[in-house]
């Protein structure tokens, strides 16, 4: 080869360095469990939105700091109280090279309402879904909805025609263990797509070379989602370097790993409540002792439960002071909550006690504890803990701790008496908590909870357009809700995210990476 060939082969190689983009990064992700489906409207799971939210993008979106910003919509307008009309980006594709189309939103918000989604309660008031044209959508709601932009944060748009083309026109049924086409793969318009996907073990995704979004937003070219269930082995690969970001990092583990050449820890209080429920609503429970009628009908074995829970010994004990004791089942920052409401009742056993045996269970009785194992911060060692403390006021209480995807799906069946759920608000309204788990029949009310009142107020949250008569019947609802004390709540989380120093990804309240934010330097 002569000189002059040299220098060419040289000079080419240079200018594509200068000209070319590096997006050579890969980042390996884990946390306790995996998404439980990729159908974006079958689950209301945190985790399982983690997931989508990489692939699939909503009309609106929460934005790192948590705002409402545009994402597939441009701008919005009410025509009058009850319609709203959304202009929508133009260029998006979907990862398949199809354009989007204002039929594919209006095919997604109303697949969202049907079968069995697990996002009907969410956008309840919608009546009706039109493609004016190619990039204009109109949604009609029941009455005013002040908030119908906060809850379509959480509806993800899918192509009608990959739906159609998949069998894929209604969301998988969950519950009932149904596997479709859209439960095991993706397809959506966001940054990444999913090229592999092998349930419980790896997850993969590549860069989608056709988002319309700003591809320097990022350097990631491929994301590993790697689950790994037990904490000690998941903080191990960290340190090690299997793994280079999680955002599930144990409350004992933070110091060692921040102290840790190489890594470091973010913390923030997550929006997020950890609770117990007690099914209230069965004649007869089906793992206690006592036959022939439920105690948790009676408040005064509710109150003994909570007055026998030692929260503080449980944030400084189990959670090394990252948590906070709640005595609502919402946390600051969404509308309806307050201080007030959210001061705990003090821990007192005696009391506890003398609730039981007013009640008509001096020497207490028996009953199970379901409590997920990879779902929430320490979530086992919490239930080891509430069941040392039940004990010592006499309830026998059996741990059946179990992964989440067979928790969650046991108490979708109704199969729980008393049970850890933890609750998130992306909507950062009461309303979002109502309509799960506390309107007669949500799909979350498992404690079965039922008031007349409360129904009513609910649906005056999604209707009610003057903001102090709002507030006012939220705090009625809440008022009627912490007086009844159909939840036991324990604490607010607080969350952090460990990594190696090099990655840098935006800690978000909600416990959301977007790693279209993320850098690997």
């Known amino acids: 080869m002569n000189i002059k060939n040299l220098m060419k082969i040289l000079l080419a190689l240079l200018f594509v360095g ?29 985790p399982t939105h983690m997931v989508s939210r990489q692939v699939y993008e909503s009309l609106v979106t929460r934005g ?12 919005w307008e009410t025509t009058d109280p009850e319609t709203w009309v959304f202009a929508l980006r133009g260029g998006v594709k979907f990862s398949d090279g199809s354009n989007l189309k204002a039929s594919d939103v209006e095919f997604s918000i109303n697949r969202a309402l049907s079968g069995a989604s697990d996002m009907i309660e969410l956008i309840e008031s919608i009546t009706s879904v039109k493609a004016l044209n190619a990039f204009t959508v109109e949604i009609k709601t029941e009455g005013p909805n002040p908030i119908l932009l906060n809850q379509l944060s959480q509806i993800f748009i899918m192509s009608e025609e ?29 940054p990444f797509e999913i090229t592999l996907r092998e349930q419980d073990t790896r997850t993969v995704f590549e860069r989608n070379s056709k988002w319309w ?7 990631i070219d491929t994301i590993e989602l790697l689950p790994i269930n037990n904490d000690a082995t998941r903080v191990a690969a960290l340190l090690s ?12 583990d933070i110091n060692r790993i921040d102290g840790s050449s190489g890594h470091k820890v973010e913390s923030t209080p997550q929006a997020r409540t950890i609770f117990f429920g ?30 026998a829970l030692d929260m503080d010994a449980i944030k400084d004990k189990v959670m090394r002071g990252l948590s906070e004791p709640a005595g609502m089942i919402t946390f600051p920052g969404v509308q309806g909550y307050t201080k007030e409401l959210d001061a705990r009742l003090p821990y007192d056993p005696e009391k506890s006690k003398q609730l039981l045996a007013d009640a ?15 779902r929430y911060i320490n979530d086992e060692a919490i239930c080891v803990a509430a069941v040392s403390m039940l004990a010592k006021v006499g309830i026998k209480v059996n741990l059946n701790a179990l992964p989440k995807s067979i928790h969650f799906k046991n108490l979708q069946n109704d199969l729980s008496d008393f049970y850890m759920l933890g609750w998130g608000v992306p909507t950062f309204d009461s309303h979002y908590v109502y309509s799960f788990l506390l309107a007669s029949g949500g799909s979350w ?28 019947n939220i705090a009625e609802a809440w008022a009627i809700v912490q007086d009844n004390m159909p939840y036991l709540p324990l604490h607010h989380q607080v969350i952090s995210w460990g990594s190696k120093s090099n990655v840098d990804v935006p800690i978000r309240t909600n416990n959301e990476p977007l790693f279209r934010h993320a850098k690997v330097n």
């Open 18 to 46: 200068f000209i070319s983009p590096v997006y050579s990064a890969t980042l390996k992700w884990s946390m306790p469990g995996d998404s439980l489906t990729l159908d974006p409207h079958a689950q209301n799971e945190g």
């Open 360 to 374: 008509g269970y001096p020497d207490g009785f028996e009953i199970t504890l379901d409590c997920p194992n990879n």
């Open 445 to 472: 009310n498992k404690v079965g909870f039922n008031d007349a009142r409360v129904d009513e107020l609910i649906g005056t949250m999604l209707t009610e357009t003057n903001l102090d008569q709002r507030n006012a």
């Open 278 to 307: 007690m099914d209230q609503g069965s004649d007869e429970l089906r793992s206690s002792n006592i036959k022939g009628k439920n105690p948790f009908k009676d408040k005064r074995v509710r109150l003994a439960f909570y007055h």
């Open 162 to 190: 990959w739906s159609k083309k998949n069998g894929c026109e209604s969301p998988q049924d969950f519950d009932a263990s149904e596997e479709t086409f859209c439960s095991i793969n993706a397809m959506g318009t966001g």
């Open 64 to 75: 790192i700091d948590m705002s409402i910003e545009p994402q597939l919509a441009t701008s």
């Open 213 to 219: 979004g700003d591809q320097s937003q990022h350097n």
């Open 241 to 252: 370097g299997d793994i280079d970001f999680t955002n599930f990092t144990p409350a004992q």
